[in-house]
Structure formats: structure tokens, C-alpha cells
């Protein structure tokens, strides 16, 4: 696999602005200067499977956001003033997967060089090892929180090791994975599991379990990194992704996780992937950017005051 950095990242790590910015922030606070928190869309999907076109989910994301309420009635903060900056689309890389992973590393590694939180779209989860690579050259013990309906712990898939399938997998190298909501995987991946003695809650154990974030918060290290495939939700509220699983996780239940996360560990960078925008699902666009909106309110609450650009 083609794995080299890419030459030039001058040339493709470019500031959005206007409705091409996430909320269509003003200047004043989406500026990456002041941000503490950067928006990165990357349009990928060149090894996902089933229904393709979650490359168009950045931009349905970030179209979405546009109608956004900034006051999140939750932290009773408006976390856009902490500065929310947004990259134009990352440009693909052609030459294949391991060379797409790299190019969203050096991203990552460039955003927490600046100083910024960094929350990518994608695009296919496979883009998120290149994010976790950058944000474990930041940590000493680093947990990566996985929320999917799918293990992706395959060694390889379709003759590729640099696949959608096989993220999680490639991940554990770089950190100790928790996965939440999982509820399809093969017999090759039960075995990773208990082979490695990794930490999965299912989503069917998760159902007659009033304490299951609390228990997940607990197997957590201090500084995290969050993962988000779409698909983790139940098709009923997230039906736009490539690869619905039914018995999915509810709205409220994931975001009472994410909330406790934030409010108990360091979370360094996130992300939420596979979106795959259909005209037919088109509420579910807003459902993912409010989802990216959470995050940050969570993850910034009681930031608001002394950082704020505003």
C-alpha cells in the first residue's frame, strides 16, 4: 500500500468561509486564528460497500448546519463563540486508501500543531485511522471510543488490509479501543475480540441496562478520541448511511454517553462518519450536524467565557 505523505499540504489544508462553513459562521468566529475547534470535510468512499456515496456526506453535513440553532438548550451555551473554523473539502488522494489515510493525518497532526480541536466529517470510517494516528502522537495512553453497528476488526476485506472493514483493527495499534453499539460482525472478528480480550458493548446487552454509559465512561483512559459511524443509530432516525443495521442505539441515549465523556475525560479530536445523503432521508443531513454540534458544545462547555472570539 502507498503510504507516504503527501509533499504539499499548503496546497490543500484551505480555510472555508461563508455558507461553505460550518453554520455559515461570520468571520469573527470562524476564523482558525482565534477557533478552538476546526471542521474537516473529507469526501471519501472508495472502499465502503453496499450503498455507496457517503463522499457527499461532508457537504450534506455542512449544507445542513446552515440551519442550525446555536443555543444549545442543554449546557444553555451558544458554543459557536469558543470559534467553530472550517477547511474546505480535503482533496482526495488518487493514488489509493494508505496514501488518503496519510493525507488525513497530516491534516490532524497540522490542526493540534495549531492548537485546534479537530472534528472531521467523512466519508468512510476508514479515513478515521488516519485522524487517531495524529491524535496518539499527542498521547501517552490514548482510548479510542468507537460508536458503529459494525466490529470493522477484519484483518483484511476484499484483499485489502486499508479498508472500511478493517479500521478498528488498524486502530488498536495506536490505542486501546471501547466499541459501543456493535450488532454485526464476523465469526473472524468474535475471535479478534476474545482472542484480545477487547472491550465491546453490543447493542442488545445495552437494552435492559440503565448504567451502560456510565459503565463505558468507566473503561475509558483519561484522554479520548471519538469515532462516530452514523450507522450506530437505529435506521429509524438514521436511515442515510451505507450500511443500515437494524436494533441501533437511540437520539438521547448517545448523546447522555458523549455528555458524560466530555464531562469525565479529556476527548482530543472526533469524528463523525459515514453519512450517505439520500433525497428520500434528507432530515437525516440535520440530524448529523447537530450531532457534530453536541460534540462540540459538550466538549467546550464551561470554555464558553474565556474563549470566546465573539
Given amino acids: 500500500m502507498d503510504d507516504q505523505q503527501p509533499s504539499s499540504p499548503a496546497d490543500w489544508i484551505v480555510p472555508a468561509s461563508g455558507s ?22 473529507v469526501p471519501y468512499d472508495a472502499t465502503t460497500t453496499y450503498i455507496t456515496g457517503t463522499r457527499q456526506g461532508p457537504a450534506a453535513i455542512l449544507e445542513a448546519s446552515q440551519q442550525l440553532e446555536f443555543f444549545d438548550e442543554e449546557t444553555r451555551h ?16 488518487a ?34 485511522l488516519g ?43 495506536h490505542g486501546n479501543v471501547v466499541s459501543v453499539g456493535i450488532r454485526s460482525l464476523s465469526l ?3 475471535h479478534w475480540i476474545r482472542q484480545q ?8 446487552d445495552l437494552r435492559d441496562n440503565s448504567r451502560w454509559q456510565q459503565q463505558v465512561v468507566d473503561c475509558l483512559g483519561q484522554e479520548v478520541y471519538i469515532t462516530i459511524d452514523l450507522d450506530v443509530f437505529d435506521p429509524a432516525e438514521m436511515p442515510a448511511v451505507g450500511t443500515p443495521e437494524p436494533g441501533g442505539l437511540h437520539w438521547y441515549e448517545v448523546l447522555k454517553l458523549l455528555r458524560l465523556v466530555c464531562e469525565n475525560r479529556t476527548v482530543i479530536g472526533a469524528d463523525v462518519m459515514e453519512l450517505c445523503p439520500q ?19 459538550y466538549r467546550f462547555h464551561g470554555e464558553i467565557s474565556e474563549n470566546s472570539p465573539a
Fill in 78 to 93: 451558544e458554543v459557536f463563540k469558543v470559534g467553530i473554523a472550517t477547511l474546505e473539502e480535503i482533496e482526495v488522494d
Fill in 131 to 173: 485522524m487517531i494516528r495524529a491524535v496518539a502522537e499527542e498521547s501517552a495512553d490514548l482510548t479510542i471510543l468507537h460508536l458503529d453497528a459494525h466490529a470493522d476488526l477484519r484483518r483484511t476485506y476484499q484483499g485489502s488490509d486499508y479498508s472500511n472493514a478493517c479500521v478498528m483493527r488498524l486502530a488498536g495499534r
Fill in 279 to 297: 433525497a428520500a432521508h434528507s432530515p437525516a443531513n440535520f440530524t448529523a450536524a447537530k450531532l457534530v454540534y453536541k460534540i462540540l458544545a
Fill in 188 to 190: 473472524e472478528e468474535d
Fill in 197 to 204: 480480550g477487547l472491550t465491546v458493548f453490543y447493542a442488545a
Fill in 20 to 41: 461553505a462553513a460550518f453554520g455559515g459562521l461570520e468571520a469573527a468566529v470562524s476564523d482558525i486564528a482565534s477557533a478552538r475547534a476546526l471542521i474537516i470535510p
Fill in 95 to 128: 493514488r489509493g486508501p494508505g496514501s488518503m489515510v496519510a493525507r488525513v493525518e497530516t491534516v490532524g497532526r497540522w490542526a493540534l500543531d495549531t492548537g485546534l480541536f479537530p472534528l472531521m466529517l467523512g466519508g468512510e470510517h476508514l479515513l478515521s
